[in-house]
């Protein structure tokens, strides 16, 4: 067995990791050096850029992904006495968020293949309260577009898209975001691309894009007399420059470490093809960014816990995560109702999931070792 006293003498792999170059390195204490810290020219900067690489759409960055998808609630109007639909199966941030503006979260499953809401259950879902749809691009892979805007618009919901994971993911060729109703993205250091922590919404039309604006920072606006009035009860979810910079940096570097993503990912299929202890998640095509790779392992063939195997991996350097758990079991979802055995799908996967490394500075020769190590472990784990 693994002694968590005989170091491995190979690096640790975490399963995931921010790339940083010099450059990035050199432009951040630029822009420190320059005393014009917080949000400024830079900001306004990272926006074009955003917007150019989204066809031209508006764009507003704001402190995290978790404060864009709350904003972009507000500025649809949602609040107390709405419904908003979105997948058990996702990161907490989405229910929080609809919760944070008064409205009801409703749950609904995903499909067991690409773990992306089920369409058909949220058609089913749909209450005369229901105001939107929140799904989530899981994992990086596109919801299918056609789809999800045909029930939009035949039930006229809104749709704020969880694309979090989703930068640079295509759908038919066009990156998410660049059409439909409002994306929001998230630049924390294990998505895509990062700005330390940031995110931002890309919007169909600019005067929400200006409300947003309001949402982000105070509520405030400007009085012909040089005063300011209030006019929404807003957040601080502004992005620094220092950020903006760091994000500018990452984007113009976003294609190559998508492609690079996409070649592990294809390692870890031809490697793990025909392990039998591993469900492998949805291919997709080309359009998918690949934020994170997790297989589902065949639990009911192992004698060992999910927490043991993973204590296993890191004993041999190898990390591990779980994306994600179910949402409605948490003990603050519960409280609405929701109960065990709901959400077939959701739970399973919360269950058996195991997110491995995979990040732009990883080799080919690392995912060969996680494989490794993990095929060996999942051999003892089978007792
Ligand atoms: C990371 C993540 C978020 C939240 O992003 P932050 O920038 O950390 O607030 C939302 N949804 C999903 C699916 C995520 O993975």
């Known amino acids: 067995m693994h002694a968590a006293n005989s170091p491995s003498a190979l690096p640790f792999l975490p399963f995931a990791r921010p790339t940083l170059d010099e450059a990035m390195v050199e432009a951040v204490s630029d822009t420190l050096r320059s005393l014009w810290i917080t949000s400024g020219p830079r900001v306004l900067e990272f926006e074009q850029a955003l917007s150019a690489y989204h066809g031209g759409r508006p764009v ?35 229910a929080n968020a609809i919760s944070r503006t008064g409205a009801t979260p409703v749950f609904v499953d995903v499909d067991p293949v690409t773990r992306n809401l089920d369409l058909e259950a949220a058609e089913r879902a749909i209450t005369p309260k229901t105001r939107a749809l929140m799904p989530t691009h899981f994992a990086g892979l596109p919801l299918p577009m056609e789809a999800l805007y045909e029930l939009a618009g035949d039930t006229n919901l809104r749709v704020i898209e969880d694309a979090a994971l989703a930068i640079g993911s295509r759908w038919q060729g066009r990156p998410i975001g660049s059409f439909g109703d409002v994306a929001s993205f998230s630049f924390h250091p294990n998505k895509n691309m990062t700005t330390i922590e940031g995110g931002a919404l890309v919007f169909a039309d600019e005067a929400e894009a200006q409300l947003a604006e309001k949402w982000r920072f105070h509520g405030i606006s400007r009085n012909p007399d040089g005063t300011r009035d209030v006019l929404v009860a807003g957040g601080k979810f502004n992005l620094p420059d220092v950020n903006a910079r760091l994000g500018l940096l990452q984007l113009a570097r976003l294609e190559e470490f998508i492609e690079k993503r996409q070649q592990l990912v294809a390692r870890y299929f031809h490697n793990l093809a025909t392990e ?67 959400f077939p799908h959701s739970e399973r996967i919360a269950r058996c999931t195991l997110t491995l490394p995979l990040y732009p500075t990883l080799t080919t020769h690392d995912v060969d070792r996680v494989c490794d190590t993990l095929q060996s472990v999942l051999q003892q784990a089978r007792g």
């Open 60 to 94: 507003r960055v704001f402190s995290s992904a978790t404060a864009a998808l709350e904003v972009a609630l507000q500025v649809a109007g949602v609040g107390p006495g709405d419904e908003v639909i979105l997948p058990a199966q996702t990161f907490f941030s989405c």
């Open 276 to 342: 039998p202890l591993c469900e492998l998640p949805a291919r997709g095509d080309r359009g998918h960014s690949w934020n994170f790779f997790a297989p589902l392992l065949r639990l009911e063939q192992l004698t060992w816990s999910r927490k043991q195997i993973m204590e296993a991996l890191a004993a041999q350097g190898i990390g591990s995560g779980i994306s994600y758990e179910a949402i409605h079991l948490t003990s603050q979802y519960r409280t609405l109702g929701y109960q065990a055995g709901d």
